[in-house]
């Protein structure tokens, strides 16, 4: 071990003279050094305010994207709710025509309006779709008054789209509380003609038991199964 010792100090002592001049020169070269650092220094400082700078404007406009496209997005919703409330206000004044509660004539793009929206928004599948048209139609026992039943099962359906958009909407959008008035008058008149079509149903002479049953279904796709039931007991009381 001390053989070990002694060995590293001589190899540290030749390696110390044969470098002495080296080590000499050292201090010398390092000389001016602090200069030089300084430079450096400063140049790293200027480089790191040019940085946050560059990162400043990047976030900022980043910030301005964000916000652009936030009312790029709200402009497009209400556009979107416009035509939604637009084709609501169309549909109402259709559905007011057909069941002549307004006095404003159809037009034939009216019509066609009609014919496109019980197509095309058809809420249930009508179990009298398939069923022959004497069914489907008219009381034709002599009375010259009678409802239609797909006619009605149309109007209904339309009446309940328009029901679906205005909850779709908001039931407090200050134009759906401005056409509840209309829609509730739209659903009286349905149920009017239901109970009407419920009379002629009972008293009717051919395919009764079906009619009533195509009148009930009727009632309960708008919700008011419990009034088809005492009207018809009030009918056959």
């Not at 980043?62 to 402009?75: F, G, P, S, W």
């Not at 019980?118 to 069914?135: C, I, M, P, Q, V």
């Not at 759906?176 to 109970?195: A, F």
Request: with cysteine.
């Amino acid at each position: 071990m001390r053989d070990l010792s002694e060995t590293l100090n001589k190899e540290l002592l030749d390696l110390v003279n044969e470098n002495y001049q080296d080590f000499l020169s050292l201090g010398s070269a390092l000389k001016g050094g602090e200069e030089s650092v300084q430079e450096v220094r400063v140049g790293l400082l200027g480089f790191q305010r040019d940085v946050r700078v560059i990162k400043d404007q990047f976030e900022k406009r980043l910030r301005d994207i964000r916000q652009l496209l936030e009312e790029k997005k709200r402009t497009r919703s209400s556009i979107a709710l416009g035509h939604e409330l637009l084709d609501l206000a169309e549909r109402i004044e259709d559905l007011e025509c057909s069941l002549m509660i307004s006095e404003r004539k159809p037009s034939t793009q009216d019509q066609a309006h009609d014919t496109d929206s019980g197509a095309s928004h058809t809420l249930f599948e009508s179990e009298s779709d398939n069923s022959d048209d004497e069914y489907l139609v008219d009381d034709t026992d002599g009375n010259a008054a009678a409802v239609s039943l797909r006619r009605l099962e149309r109007q209904i359906q339309q009446y309940l789209y328009i029901k679906m958009t205005a909850s779709h909407v908001g039931e407090r959008h200050p134009f759906i509380v401005t056409q509840q008035d209309r829609i509730s008058n739209i659903k009286r008149t349905l149920l009017l003609d239901l109970k009407t079509a419920l009379n002629q149903a009972e008293h009717s002479v051919k395919n009764r038991e079906r009619r009533l049953l195509t009148v009930m279904r009727l009632y309960d796709l708008i919700g008011e199964s419990t009034d088809a039931v005492s009207a018809l007991r009030a009918l056959k009381s």
